[in-house]
């Protein structure tokens, strides 16, 4: 009874409201925000198909369809203004989820750790009442007025970011991020940035990256929770983020990361900041509401939890390191890591006449997914079976071999895939390693 007393007792659902605000406006900017910088013609209507995550063929733009894509994001900004009015709030979050989950498994090419958050968090709102006071859903229908919300929503939300920030802050402990260089190469690679770009490049500004970025991942929910630092680690907050929208431009994730600091302080700070002549205070004491399906929620949400635990783990059970082979990347909250970069060329054998051609890459793959086929070895496997398709259609059987050579964090270039192996006849592992995939051996270790 006191795991339900915690779990269910009621507290007031200001945090909730303010945060669907601020994250229905995020959303919103995101999907519009895609079409007027040219993301969604770069990743959609340009090439002549995606990088699906492997299963999930099915998800694909067809020959044509790219423009389409234009009013698939308005119809998701629209969405997302909904869910910040709070009009037909789960039909609008649901419709963002559904169709954003679709964005980011029909392609790869721009993929960012921080995409996956946003789809997590999508499903995550589906099931808060975040529409129940402070929206058009409450004022159409008073039925579903509700100032109130379950302690359980705040505990979720600070669990997620908790596992978000830590695997985060766990992957900085490499050779290469603790002696400076892989900072020193990411702020070499901004040393245009407007105003900053010159003080990006001093000497000491990588050790202040890696360090303060260990440390604020580490310890910033932790700091959050506790009062006594709650302010301060809001105030560093603030900077610490904002340094990452300018200097990485990395979309709305800075504003987003912010938003969510509404559920680490007290209710009724949230209620007096924003919404103090808005909506009443929810002032009940110890009521606890314990919906009928407890125990098969609380299952649920310890499943997904373990889940989201073990993701981001699975690389350290996998052969050779994520940093080389790619293998256990995804999903794992890995972010602005390294740099790497690499070459590719393909070649093609007939097996009836023995013929081999060399691929034209440039004639099949857009600039951005170009820069992928050069590094990743998931990309290069799904070009070959793509090529071997293609070949077949013309009743050809083929063979597809890589020489693909790769540079991680300014060390000399190693070959990456066996060029010996026809990719049309493995198969890709999405939880162990490819026998194709060339060891690192001593690659990554320091003198």
Same mark, same amino acid.
């Given at each position: 009874?006191?795991v339900?007393?915690?779990?269910f007792s009621?507290?007031?659902?200001?945090?909730l409201?303010?945060?669907?605000?601020?994250?229905?406006?995020?959303?919103?900017?995101?999907?519009?925000?895609?079409?007027?910088?040219?993301?969604?013609?770069?990743?959609?209507?340009?090439?002549?198909?995606?990088?699906?995550?492997?299963?999930?063929?099915?998800?694909?733009?067809?020959?044509?369809?790219?423009?389409?894509m234009?009013?698939?994001?308005?119809?998701?900004?629209?969405?997302?203004?909904?869910?910040?009015?709070?009009?037909?709030?789960?039909?609008?979050?649901?419709?963002?989820?559904?169709?954003?989950s679709?964005?980011?498994?029909?392609?790869?090419?721009?993929?960012n750790?921080?995409?996956?958050?946003?789809?997590?968090?999508?499903?995550?709102?589906?099931l808060f009442?975040?529409?129940?006071?402070?929206?058009?859903?409450?004022?159409?229908?008073p039925?579903?007025?509700?100032?109130?919300?379950?302690?359980?929503?705040?505990?979720?939300?600070?669990?997620?970011?908790?596992?978000?920030?830590t695997?985060a802050?766990?992957?900085?402990?490499?050779?290469?991020?603790?002696?400076?260089?892989?900072?020193?190469?990411?702020?070499?690679?901004?040393?245009?940035?407007?105003?900053?770009?010159?003080?990006?490049?001093?000497?000491?500004?990588p050790?202040?990256?890696?360090?303060? +970025? #260990?440390?604020?991942? *580490?310890?910033? =929910?932790?700091?959050?929770?506790?009062?006594?630092? %709650?302010? &301060?680690?809001f105030?560093?907050?603030?900077?610490?983020?904002?340094?990452?929208?300018?200097?990485?431009?990395?979309?709305?994730?800075?504003?987003?990361?912010?938003?969510?600091?509404?559920?680490f302080?007290?209710?009724e700070?949230?209620?007096r900041?924003?919404?103090?002549?808005?909506?009443?205070?929810?002032?009940?004491?110890?009521?606890?509401?314990?919906?009928?399906?407890?125990?098969? +929620? #609380?299952?649920?949400? *310890?499943?997904? =939890?373990?889940?989201?635990?073990?993701?981001?783990? %699975?690389? &350290?059970?996998?052969?050779?390191?994520?940093?080389?082979?790619?293998?256990?990347?995804?999903?794992?909250?890995?972010?602005?890591?390294?740099?790497?970069?690499?070459?590719s060329?393909?070649?093609?054998?007939?097996?009836?006449?023995?013929?081999?051609?060399?691929?034209?890459?440039?004639?099949?793959?857009?600039?951005?997914?170009?820069?992928?086929?050069?590094?990743k070895p998931?990309?290069?496997?799904?070009?070959?079976?793509?090529?071997?398709?293609?070949?077949?259609?013309?009743?050809?059987?083929?063979?597809?071999?890589?020489?693909?050579?790769?540079?991680?964090?300014?060390r000399?270039?190693?070959?990456?895939i066996d060029?010996?192996?026809?990719?049309?006849t493995?198969?890709?592992?999405?939880?162990?390693?490819?026998?194709?995939i060339?060891?690192?051996?001593?690659?990554l270790?320091?003198?």
């Open positions: 009874m006191k339900n007393q915690f779990l009621r507290i007031d659902n200001s945090p409201v303010v945060f669907r605000v601020f994250f229905g406006l995020l959303i919103m900017l995101e999907a519009w925000g895609a079409i007027a910088t040219g993301w969604v013609r770069r990743i959609f209507v340009d090439p002549e198909f995606t990088f699906n995550f492997i299963g999930f063929d099915f998800l694909q733009t067809f020959p044509g369809t790219g423009p389409h234009y009013g698939y994001f308005v119809v998701m900004g629209i969405f997302g203004a909904m869910v910040m009015l709070g009009y037909r709030y789960r039909l609008a979050i649901i419709g963002y989820a559904i169709m954003w679709v964005v980011y498994f029909m392609q790869k090419s721009a993929y750790n921080h995409y996956y958050l946003l789809m997590l968090l999508l499903w995550i709102m589906a009442p975040a529409n129940t006071s402070f929206s058009l859903d409450a004022k159409r229908n039925e579903i007025r509700d100032q109130s919300m379950p302690r359980w929503v705040c505990l979720f939300i600070i669990a997620q970011l908790w596992i978000v920030y695997y802050s766990v992957a900085k402990f490499y050779p290469d991020w603790l002696d400076g260089t892989a900072p020193q190469l990411l702020m070499s690679g901004r040393k245009n940035t407007w105003l900053i770009g010159d003080l990006l490049q001093l000497s000491w500004v050790w202040v990256v890696a360090y303060v +970025g #260990i440390i604020f991942d *580490g310890l910033i =929910i932790p700091a959050l929770l506790w009062k006594k630092t %709650r302010k &301060w680690a105030i560093i907050s603030i900077f610490f983020h904002l340094f990452n929208s300018v200097v990485f431009q990395i979309g709305i994730f800075p504003y987003m990361s912010l938003a969510f600091t509404v559920f302080f007290p209710t700070v949230i209620h900041i924003f919404l103090k002549q808005r909506k009443p205070f929810y002032e009940a004491i110890k009521e606890v509401r314990v919906p009928k399906l407890r125990t098969f +929620g #609380i299952v649920i949400i *310890g499943i997904y =939890i373990l889940l989201q635990v073990a993701l981001p783990s %699975r690389h &350290w059970f996998i052969k050779d390191h994520v940093l080389w082979a790619e293998e256990g990347h995804r999903l794992s909250w890995r972010m602005m890591l390294r740099t790497k970069s690499g070459t060329h393909f070649t093609v054998l007939d097996k009836a006449t023995n013929k081999r051609t060399t691929v034209r890459l440039n004639e099949y793959l857009s600039k951005k997914q170009m820069r992928n086929i050069r590094t998931d990309v290069i496997w799904q070009f070959a079976q793509r090529l071997k398709k293609e070949y077949a259609a013309k009743g050809q059987d083929i063979s597809v071999f890589v020489n693909c050579r790769v540079q991680i964090n300014g000399k270039y190693r070959k990456l060029s010996k192996v026809d990719l049309t493995v198969s890709w592992d999405p939880w162990g390693h490819a026998s194709w060339l060891d690192s051996e001593d690659y270790k320091k003198e």
